[in-house]
């Protein structure tokens, strides 16, 4: 009787005797084809991800597990990677799929996805550290993300609550709670009692929940879901969007929020908001961008998921004043 090969986690330290069987049995490798290495690409927050390299090309295996690969003790829901199979597969049919990756294979017992490799790529992180981002680069952004929002959602597209759900402490609840276990000094020495006002300013955590809850609401719009600089990647010429795992159906200003922060971030400067919502192809409230903005921002300073940001201190304390503005309308 044939025996199927399970492949119960994949990462740098699987045989590759082990893995080239079941890439062989799934039918991903040519029946000649020989792995030579593997190896990490970079930095993964979310899954386990590793370039396989073998002696005819080279591709990418990416895992979800049930928790996040660079916060262990974080459990997350493993559909993640069903999630971002089903983004990439929505919206190949027009021209954002010059700028994502293709799929090669699917293996939904296992938790994992075969991609293209899109070669020695950089994420766009670099933008903190530059204080700046290329004008035709942002351009190309803003129309990525008008052509993804522009997808007509089917009824099957995952809701992806779970994740949502997660996602949704982190943004909405952990940053503004004032014992939240986290130490900020310990990141930053000040920036505990910098983060102080934000925790206990009910007037402004009340349109924080508000806007959370429409976040866990139902929508219409596709959305990227994480759509900031660790998501965006460039080759040469070549501008990639990766990472939709926290994709689902919501609200446009959400994606255009999150990026606008990041911009904002990295530059200190608030007019990117204006930017992003004029050149955006298609109906954005402003405010509604704004307030999600100010939301981002203050998640990224004084919540877990920090930034490769070297700010001082009182940088951080304009940030966060910029981001009050913005959520307080």
């Not at 792995?35 to 979800?64: C, H, W, Y």
């Amino acid at each position: 009787m044939h025996k199927t090969i399970a492949l119960t986690s994949v990462d740098t330290s699987t045989p590759i005797p082990e893995l080239q069987a079941y890439l062989r049995e799934k039918e991903w490798l040519n029946p000649d084809e020989k792995i030579i290495s593997i190896a990490k690409p970079g930095e993964g927050n979310m899954n386990v991800v590793i370039r396989v390299v073998t002696d005819q090309r080279s591709f990418i295996l990416k895992q979800s597990r049930p928790y996040v690969q660079k916060y262990q003790e974080v459990e997350a829901p493993v559909e993640r990677i069903a999630v971002e199979k089903n983004f990439y597969q929505a919206v190949r049919d027009n021209a954002v799929n010059a700028h994502i990756p293709t799929i090669l294979g699917y293996d939904s017992a296992e938790n994992l996805l075969l991609l293209e490799d899109l070669g020695h790529c950089e994420d766009m992180v670099s933008i903190y550290r530059q204080r700046a981002i290329p004008a035709k680069e942002l351009d190309r952004l803003i129309f990525i993300l008008g052509l993804i929002h522009r997808k007509n959602v089917k009824d099957d597209f995952p809701d992806n609550l779970e994740m949502r759900r997660l996602n949704h402490q982190h943004i909405f609840v952990l940053p503004f709670l004032e014992d939240n276990g986290l130490d900020l000094d310990d990141v930053q020495p000040g920036l505990q009692e910098l983060s102080i006002p934000f925790k206990t300013d009910a007037v402004l955590k009340s349109v924080v929940d508000r806007i959370g809850k429409k976040y866990l609401s139902p929508g219409k719009t596709l959305l990227h879901g994480d759509y900031y600089p660790g998501s965006w990647m460039t080759e040469g010429d070549n501008l990639y969007v990766i990472d939709p795992e926290f994709a689902f159906p919501g609200f446009a200003e959400f994606d255009l929020g999150v990026m606008a922060a990041h911009l904002i971030m990295a530059t200190g400067k608030k007019r990117f908001l204006n930017q992003i919502h004029d050149r955006y192809q298609g109906e954005a409230d402003k405010k509604l961008m704004g307030q999600v903005a100010g939301i981002e921002i203050i998640r990224r300073l004084i919540g877990l998921a920090q930034l490769p940001l070297e700010r001082d201190i009182n940088e951080k304390r304009k940030l966060l004043k910029k981001a009050r503005r913005l959520i307080m309308g």
